[in-house]
């Protein structure tokens, strides 16, 4: 198996960690005289546009409600596409939940993949994932994999540069690794615990209705495997609808699944847990 991780696993922290202290000012000038030279640029634009300062604050809030402790997952999650949106990119790199673009925008019937705001956009080009890509190769030139007209980043392109200015780096999982190992916190096999993190989020995303352990795993019949099951029983080993359920009540009891997304956690009908 493969599988992208971020080469600065603490990457997404020290990101939480810049927007914390911008938060901790109390006192604007003594600030502005201590503070960086981003942080100078940020802080000006505070007090000039009162609006531009809410867009950020509330910005800032969904990134960290979205932010899930498994960055491995989210970067493999978006990485599976074919394109993302240079704003999703970008995150993707920090490690930082793309789905907190969408939120910041509330435009639901039509999704943004782009930031809202001046400032977060001027903090982002700061750093230097950012940067970097901001400068990459574009369709048309050598090994170029970004449109500006159609603000796409194409992931095969975008994963060999990552990988080439190691920001990401892929890891195999060794023939020799232990086929038996498992979660501490779920007890499940390591090897389906991905599994489950790659495709749950996805699939209930994209659910109509909220649904339940039964029907994602195996009916009340006991005979009859539930939607989840039908569609990812290969993957997963070929297991049992039963041993889905099993698995997926645990799952949805662990720290994992408590840092997903609010709109995907209603997805699941907690009483039927």
């Not at 000012?25 to 960086?36: F, G, H, T």
Request: net charge positive.
């Amino acid at each position: 198996m493969k599988l992208y991780r971020l080469t600065n696993k603490d990457r997404p922290n020290q990101i939480l960690s810049i927007f914390d202290k911008l938060f901790a000012i109390n006192d604007y000038l003594q600030a502005v005289e201590k503070a960086p030279k981003i942080a100078t640029k940020i802080l000006g634009i505070f007090s000039e546009d009162v609006r531009e300062h809410d867009i950020f604050l509330k910005s800032v809030k969904y990134i960290k409600e979205c932010q899930n402790k498994n960055t491995d997952t989210i970067l493999n999650h978006y990485l599976s596409d074919r394109y993302l949106s240079f704003d999703e990119a970008s995150f993707c790199l920090l490690g930082l939940h793309p789905k907190a673009i969408q939120l910041i925008d509330k435009n639901f019937k039509k999704p943004t993949t782009q930031i809202k705001g001046v400032i977060l956009k001027l903090l982002l080009l700061d750093l230097a994932e950012v940067r970097g890509l901001s400068k990459a190769s574009r369709i048309g030139e050598l090994d170029g994999f970004i449109s500006d007209e159609e603000d796409k980043v194409y992931t095969e392109g975008l994963i060999k540069w990552a990988i080439k200015n190691k920001y990401i780096f892929i890891e195999e999982l060794p023939k020799d690794a232990n086929p038996q190992a498992k979660d501490a916190e779920t007890n499940i096999l390591l090897s389906r615990l991905t599994i489950y993190q790659l495709t749950l989020p996805k699939f209930l995303k994209n659910l109509k209705e909220p649904t339940s352990i039964r029907r994602l795993s195996i009916l009340s019949d006991n005979a009859t495997e539930g939607e989840y099951a039908i569609q990812y029983k290969h993957q997963l080993g070929g297991i049992s609808g039963d041993l889905i359920r099993k698995e997926l009540g645990r799952l949805f009891k662990s720290s994992w699944w408590n840092s997903q997304p609010e709109q995907i956690k209603l997805k699941l009908i907690k009483s039927h847990k």
